[in-house]
């Protein structure tokens, strides 16, 4: 998948020993996002870093990559991602007259926009994040996918820009300190996922589906793709028969890989679905059988314990599909000491840049990577299927979808990612500095920039209306979360993990079906159920929601006990003036149980944060 860097400067000459000093260290940074090799690539006035996880041509893919004539250097790019149609686009190419001297999608998007400009971004179909450099013009152009699945931060300087696929890389720059102030800490405690917020002072994200020109007189970007409302004119059928031709596109597509591939399967209908295509389309290719990994826990199926988020555990589930679609299939089980070692923590603590924002769920993913990645280097996994078809339980909740506010908020969602916890994530903060950041507030502004955003029908009213805007602020808002999430804890082992229900063609369909034809058969995500049933087992097909699991162990609410009371025995821990100690007290005290679980989480999160990236709070 690869890591990216670079630095952009019109006012002096970067290709010097002392840049390539600087440069090197912050590639360094994304060694884990491209373990199998690096290169820098200096020029008067840009400096390239490239750190490459190689998937398609490995010989000739390496990077950073230059398209050349005539001696002369006409386009250099560091790129990370995939460009899943890049096939017909390098025949298109090669019919106007481009030659190519490699096989990688990389070269492609060079001529592309050699042979388009920047409307070539409008062409691609994919998961990618790249910067390229003419030094023809001596402009930088910055691309990133539709969905955001890959991130890709800049930092604006007085002359020129900064920018890395992490914020880590930026970081890594002199010129930059690690500030975060008022409105950062807001953002990240609000669970609202701002597109282009990046919490650090000075630095952004680029936003989904926009590009970003730098030229000497500054910063432009642009967007080049954005959901619109338009008529659904198909009938259920047409509508049902069309999302599964898409599907089998996608993931037939997203199979092409010249290193080892599996599936994420959980069990649930999302996984499941991407798991059974794939396994159809590698027998039809004579690829099979597919491969599929699930997590789990030491004695969780065993003794599981159903609640309102998760009525049933992953494993019965997972092992009827692998058996249903013949999968070569493997459980991966941690238990509690996996998830509390201080390595572990660090490990998806450093991947993040931010403290945890999902506790045990964090660690368990990572986990979950580290073991797939001994196996397999590319991974298919079903995020956003729930955001796209409408899977959550507060879709169909009538008191939820009226909220004034973000719908998984109006859910408890933010302190509740972890199981029904009482204490909440905020629970041990102190109420001055919480006061300080107002994010009640910031919360509600950004919910109104979020619904102004939202493309209408013309007509559109009452509850179509509603659920038109609550689609749209998962699709663009609460998917961001879960993707930056995916994307952080597989590229910490160097896993490329590709979503194929964030193909945009998929998701401007489905965005614009009526809400009465997605619950058609009276439950969530109707029409995947549909369109993808004669795969599944009826027991997976008909199964209710479950999230991704986390863990019921009572001794990992001890274990995180236990780390609390080592970060308040240390009178130099940076998280102690932020905290309420009589909240602390009573998340200390022996019959506390799990009621400060999600809390406690924060807080350690806050502290390793501080601490590791020498953070300094500005409120």
């Not at 790129?79 to 298109?92: D, F, K």
Request: hydrophobic letters at 40%.
């Amino acid at each position: 998948m690869c890591g990216i860097t670079g630095w952009i400067s019109y006012d002096q000459d970067l290709n010097t020993p002392t840049t390539r000093n600087t440069l090197e260290a912050m590639t360094e940074t994304m060694v884990c996002r491209g373990p199998d090799a690096g290169g820098v690539w200096l020029d008067t006035h840009a400096a390239l870093g490239h750190r490459r996880l190689a998937v398609i041509d490995i010989e000739g893919g390496k990077q950073p990559m230059l398209v050349e004539r005539d001696g002369r250097s006409l386009l250099a790019t560091t790129y990370s991602g995939e460009v899943y149609n890049y096939r017909e686009l390098r025949a298109e190419l090669e019919s106007l007259g481009h030659a190519f001297r490699t096989s990688s999608d990389t070269e492609v998007v060079l001529h592309a926009y050699l042979e388009w400009g920047d409307a070539f971004a409008e062409r691609l179909n994919g998961m990618y994040a790249f910067a390229i450099w003419d030094p023809r013009s001596e402009e930088l152009l910055l691309v990133r996918d539709r969905m955001g699945v890959k991130p890709l931060y800049y930092h604006p300087t007085p002359d020129g820009v900064l920018f890395a696929s992490e914020a880590k890389g930026i970081l890594a720059h002199p010129a930059v300190r690690p500030a975060v102030d008022a409105e950062g800490l807001a953002e990240l405690i609000a669970n609202t996922k701002t597109p282009g917020h990046a919490v650090y002072k000075g630095m952004y994200e680029l936003r989904p589906g926009h590009l970003a020109r730098i030229r000497r007189d500054g910063l432009t970007v642009r967007r080049y793709w954005a959901l619109e409302a338009r008529e659904h004119t198909d009938d259920l059928g047409a509508t049902i028969h069309h999302i599964r031709e898409l599907l089998d596109d996608i993931i037939a597509r997203q199979l092409i890989a010249d290193v080892p591939l599996c599936t994420l399967l959980s069990g649930g209908l999302d996984s499941s679905a991407i798991t059974a295509l794939a396994a159809k389309g590698l027998a039809d290719a004579g690829r099979g059988p597919v491969r599929s990994f699930s997590v789990d826990f030491a004695g969780h199926t065993e003794n599981f314990t159903p609640d309102q988020m998760r009525p049933t555990p992953d494993g019965p589930y997972a092992h009827a599909l692998a058996a249903h679609v013949g999968s070569d299939h493997s459980d991966i089980v941690l238990d509690t000491a996996a998830l509390m070692d201080p390595a572990h923590r660090a490990a998806i603590q450093s991947a993040r840049d931010l403290p945890l924002a999902f506790g045990d769920g964090d660690t368990s993913l990572y986990l979950l990577f580290k073991a797939i990645r001994e196996q397999s280097t590319v991974a298919l996994s079903g995020e956003s299927a729930d955001e796209l078809f409408g899977g959550y339980h507060w879709f169909h909740d009538p008191e939820i979808v009226a909220a004034d506010t973000f719908p998984w908020i109006a859910a408890g969602i933010a302190d509740r990612f972890s199981g029904p916890r009482s204490g909440g994530r905020v629970a041990l903060l102190d109420a001055g500095f919480l006061g300080k950041l107002d994010v009640d507030a910031y919360r509600d502004a950004r919910y109104r920039e979020a619904l102004a955003e939202v493309p209408r029908l013309a007509g559109e009213s009452g509850h179509d209306r509603r659920m038109r805007e609550v689609s749209y602020l998962h699709l663009t808002r609460f998917v961001n979360l879960l993707l930056d999430r995916k994307d952080r804890a597989s590229m910490a082992v160097g896993l490329e993990v590709r979503v194929p229900f964030c193909d945009h063609r998929l998701v401007e369909y489905v965005f614009n079906t009526p809400w009465a034809m997605k619950t058609f058969d009276g439950r969530e995500k109707s029409l995947l159920r549909a369109a993808t049933r004669d795969t599944l087992p009826d027991i997976v097909a008909d199964r209710v929601k479950s999230p991704y699991p986390s863990t019921q162990d009572p001794r990992y609410a001890a274990a995180l006990r236990t780390e609390l009371k080592r970060v308040m025995a240390d009178n130099d821990a940076p998280v102690r003036p932020l905290l309420d100690t009589a909240s602390v007290a009573q998340a200390l005290a022996d019959d506390a149980g799990e009621s400060f679980r999600t809390g406690t989480e924060l807080v350690l999160g806050i502290n390793s944060w501080l601490r590791t990236h020498g953070t300094t709070l500005e409120v």
